[in-house]
């Protein structure tokens, strides 16, 4: 079936690659391209082809050079290549073959040609993998026959030794006498030499048992250090569940001189492996003569190893049910104990106390810790054995001791065997060194994922190695504590919080009666106000006003409920008001702001406001108060005095010009009065202004005019009737200025005007 046949094509042509793919695809192979030397043999290294169209002239790497590379493989080696080439000479189809090819197309390529020299070959190919086959089918046969009968004699002795390796294993304890019988056992079966058991241990390799003709025991102190330094290299086959069974003399160099020195022909080594643990080994030798061991005799070997893995595997599965039950029971007595107790400080005397005595500790500690409003970790029990006194000082440890911190972040204890290796205790070590402490083993309580306390163990009178089983004790006992001491806490909080509740009811019902009064007076003072006082959402949309609003703005208050409160601001504002808002909604209050309004007339009504934002529980503004007090009047006031400051300044400046006039003081006094008329006009900005001189005998009163200014016409010599015109007369009788309207004052009104002829 073709689909199942992968062909690598390899041109540095673009246009043969797709000819060659199209074709052989219609066909039905697989089909892989590379347009260089160096990407084919990647290609055929990565994922070997079953053959290979090789194009003989290329850049670069040519099709000769690649096939050289490919023939020196041991992976593509075997791998049939047809050359492609537009050279049709014979010396380079010979220089292909003498490479490996097995044929030569000639260039322009046709696809019957290609398709049918592929064909050929691919069946070519399959004949001699059937050949090969068969061949050596033939020769395993003749091999067995050979050997089947030597073999018939070895499997009963082997047979004999499981039977035997079984009985032994019934009763297996781990012990040495065990293993000794089952080295012998092993060796009579095995006609080997000498046999040995090694255990795998984390601090190096242990022999438990060997067994050798004549039993020197010099020779095998020997041995085991010459294997302590080839055990490296073995360990990484072993680790795998691999076998090693090899001649020494097919070693590597250092091993085997090393082997040969102890007079070791051949060596054959088993794993022992127990649920994915390496143990360990069993090593056979070979000494008298260079025989290795045959499959079927490794067979038995294995089975036998396998048996003592799983004896093993057994005797581990004992010890652990063994341990867990006195570790359970333990357990079960300390939490009970524990739970039998109603508030958190007796849970915590008690659990220290049964924990230091259940370990055998020297001393130890139990630290409750909070994490808010600061973090805080606080000595609540201690535990002493006899002779030993306490190190626990009035003041806490600190919370951000890096060993604390590294305790609290994990449910998993931190084991300290010699705290002068330890580097999370390098800022404190003067002070284990003071106290004693030796070893630590320290663990946090913890309920739903959150650290309630500390458990804490010292060993002072000596390094300590915690054993897996006491650090998995620990464990269980915190993750009891932790619970038992968080549900104490909340029984003190509940029974806390009934009479809270209960304070509370009598406080909200004095708060309730209070707030109905201030609600009361609250709502009065609003009403009252003379101030305006309103609220808006979010949106800038009215959602309250007092009665106040009708008095300033001149708007009834339902009128300005849901509009938005820029509606009423002067349109220039706008804008500069609503970025106001903005930071109001972001947090940022308003105090005494000046703006100006329109009223229900269209009239600017100039304001002073402050605002502050309201917020709901989750902190998000929901509302804005402002109040808006209205400073018009003021406003004007302002203006007013400002224009009075500025005429007044300009008055002082009139004054100050005439008292440098030498007019004034040369005796004329017409005109004096005519610089002071001038002056005082072009200061006030009249359009007319004259000065009267008044006269007055038994029968007559009048004034008459020295002299007028107005736009620079003089006017003099007019005089007036004073009863005419009681505004001059009124004006004679008082030290202050008249101020009038009346048009009578006016020498250019047309009533007076008629009589400028008169005489009085």
Request: glycine share 4%; proline share 4%.
């Amino acid at each position: 079936m073709n689909q199942n046949i992968k062909i690598l094509i390899v041109d540095d042509r673009p246009e043969n690659l797709h000819f060659l793919s199209d074709i052989l695809t219609n066909r039905g192979y697989q089909v892989q391209r590379a347009i260089a030397g160096r990407l084919a043999i990647n290609a055929a290294t990565t994922s070997p082809p079953d053959l290979i169209l090789l194009d003989a002239v290329m850049p670069d790497m040519d099709g000769y050079t690649v096939c050289q590379h490919l023939k020196t493989n041991q992976i593509t080696r075997d791998i049939p290549i047809i050359f492609l080439s537009v050279i049709d000479e014979v010396s380079e189809k010979v220089k292909a073959f003498d490479l490996g090819a097995i044929d030569y197309i000639t260039k322009p390529l046709q696809s019957e040609e290609v398709l049918a020299r592929v064909e050929n070959q691919l069946t070519i190919q399959k004949l001699q993998t059937q050949l090969k086959k068969q061949n050596h089918e033939l020769q395993n046969v003749a091999s067995e026959l050979s050997i089947r009968n030597q073999q018939y004699k070895s499997r009963e002795a082997y047979l004999t030794a499981l039977v035997e390796i079984q009985r032994i294993l019934l009763g297996f304890d781990g012990s040495t006498n065990c293993y000794s019988q089952i080295t012998e056992s092993l060796r009579i079966a095995s006609r080997a030499t000498s046999v040995c058991f090694i255990e795998n241990h984390s601090s190096g390799i242990k022999w438990c048992n060997y067994n050798n003709i004549g039993n020197n025991q010099n020779r095998c102190q020997s041995e085991i250090h010459c294997y302590e330094q080839l055990f490296p290299r073995w360990q990484n086959l072993l680790f795998k569940g691999d076998i090693i069974c090899s001649l020494v003399a097919d070693l590597p160099e250092e091993e085997r001189s090393m082997l040969l020195y102890l007079g070791i022909q051949a060596i054959l080594i088993l794993p022992i492996v127990v649920k994915d643990d390496f143990l360990g080994f069993i090593r056979f030798e070979n000494r008298s003569e260079a025989i290795i061991w045959e499959a079927e005799e490794i067979a038995f070997l294995q089975a036998a190893a396998s048996a003592i893995s799983f004896a093993n595997e057994r005797l581990q599965a004992e010890v652990k049910l063994q341990k867990e039950f006195n570790k359970s029971q333990l357990l079960k007595e300390i939490s009970d104990k524990i739970r039998a107790e109603f508030d958190a400080d007796s849970i915590l005397n008690t659990a220290i106390q049964q924990i230091g005595s259940a370990l055998n500790v020297n001393r130890g500690a139990i630290f409750s810790y909070a994490s808010s409003p600061v973090a805080q970790i606080t000595t609540k029990a201690e535990y002493l054995a006899p002779g030993y006194s306490s190190i626990i000082t009035p003041k806490n440890p600190p919370a951000d001791n890096p060993y604390f911190k590294a305790v609290l972040s994990q449910d998993k204890a931190i084991v300290t065997d010699d705290v002068e290796q330890q580097p999370l205790l390098k800022d404190i070590i003067a002070k284990c060194r003071e106290v004693g402490i030796k070893s630590m083993l320290t663990i946090r309580t913890s309920y739903k994922g959150e650290a309630n306390g500390i458990i804490c163990l010292h060993q002072a009178n000596s390094k300590r190695q915690w054993m897996p089983t006491e650090v998995d004790f620990l464990e269980s006992i915190a993750a009891q504590l932790g619970i038992a001491l968080a549900q104490a806490q909340l029984l003190e909080q509940e029974s806390l919080a009934r009479r809270r509740l209960q304070e509370e009811v009598n406080n909200r019902r004095q708060a309730e009666t209070a707030l109905k009064k201030s609600e009361s007076e609250y709502r009065l003072l609003v009403e009252t106000s003379q101030d305006i006082i309103w609220s808006t959402d979010t949106n800038g949309c009215i959602t309250f006003v007092n009665s106040a609003v009708k008095k300033v703005l001149g708007y009834e208050p339902n009128q300005l409920i849901n509009r938005p409160f820029t509606n009423f601001v002067l349109p220039s504002l706008i804008v500069k008001e609503s970025s106001a808002f903005e930071r109001l909604l972001g947090s940022q209050p308003i105090f005494e702001r000046e703006t100006t309004y329109l009223n229900k007339r269209g009239n600017p009504v100039d304001v002073r406001y402050s605002s502050m934002p309201l917020y709901d529980d989750e902190g998000k503004v929901t509302k804005v108060i402002s109040t808006l007090h209205d400073i018009t009047g003021r406003k004007k006031v302002q203006q007013a005095l400002l224009t009075s400051a500025y005429k007044l300044r300009k008055n002082n400046l009139v004054l100050t010009q005439l008292a440098r006039n030498p007019a004034i003081y040369n005796g004329d006094l017409t005109l004096a009065l005519q610089r002071i008329t001038e002056a005082a006009a072009g200061n006030i900005e009249v359009e007319r202004a004259s000065v009267w001189l008044y006269e007055q005998n038994a029968s007559i009163m009048r004034c008459v005019n020295l002299f007028e200014w107005s736009h620079n016409r003089h006017v003099e010599g007019i005089s007036i009737g004073i009863a005419d015109y009681p505004n001059f007369f009124q004006a004679l009788n008082a030290d202050e200025i008249i101020a009038t309207n009346n048009p009578l004052l006016d020498v250019r009104n047309p009533g007076f005007e008629g009589d400028l002829s008169r005489t009085f």
